[in-house]
């Protein structure tokens, strides 16, 4: 867990008492909420292969992912490991400041890392606009996903004061590169974004008050499988 040596970090018994905070709650009327097929925990290649096998990778097929793959992608980014609440990524106080969206060619949703679901919120194919606010790269028009890792700093803010930032960006990366490593395991491809108009993505995922966006992944076949 990342966190400076002048906090002290919880203890076994704290951590396992008390619960991780929830992601942000349904919006009032979702389009849809989706439960996602289980995650595997178990075989896979070995996180070496993976490490040595990671590229950016900015030509992408278009051909969809499969709902497993995409569950898959979700859980690894963020989804829990423990009854208490951890998740894959480590995160300062165990207090998960983040939210993840993902755009594809028929949704825009948000993960629920509590029990592992999707709320649609709009049913529209928002990666043009996301490769428009991204000034105009290309692989996030031709992704099958565009994963966007938002932050909510006040979650750590109470806590880390001015430290806060430090804290949720790291995490962020830690998401992100959780993400680009299953795309690797799952034979996929992926290029993380980090250009883009700050205003433009907030306005075209319509972000509530106290989110910002750090992080785009853009996530598909690679382009040798065929467009």
């Known amino acids: 867990m990342i966190g400076g040596s002048h906090r002290r970090a919880p203890d076994r018994e704290d951590r396992h008492s008390r619960r991780a905070p929830a992601s942000a709650p349904y919006p009032p009327d979702p389009v849809e909420v989706i439960d996602l097929p289980p995650p595997r925990t178990r075989g896979g290649i070995a996180l070496a292969e993976a490490l040595a096998r990671r590229r950016s990778v900015r030509e992408l097929s278009t051909q969809p992912l499969e709902f497993g793959e995409l569950s898959q992608l979700l859980w690894a980014a963020q989804g829990t490991t423990a009854d208490w609440g951890a998740r894959t990524a480590p ?21 629920v890392t509590s029990g592992h679901r999707l709320v649609a919120l709009r049913p529209h194919d928002l990666r043009l606009e996301l490769a428009r606010d991204a000034f105009g790269q290309s692989a996030l028009a031709e992704a099958a996903a565009v994963f966007a890792i938002v ?77």
């Open 91 to 111: 995160s300062a106080g165990a207090l998960y400041p983040l939210e993840l969206y993902v755009a594809t060619p028929g949704i825009l949703a948000r993960y």
């Open 151 to 227: 932050a909510v700093s006040s979650r750590s803010a109470e806590k880390y004061g001015e430290r806060a930032d430090r804290y949720v960006k790291l995490e962020a990366g830690h998401v992100a590169q959780n993400i680009l490593l299953q795309a690797v395991a799952l034979g996929l491809a992926a290029v993380p974004i980090g250009a883009f108009d700050d205003g433009a993505v907030r306005s075209t995922l319509e972000l509530p008050d106290g989110e910002e966006p750090l992080y785009l992944v853009a996530v598909g076949r690679p382009l040798e499988h065929g467009r």
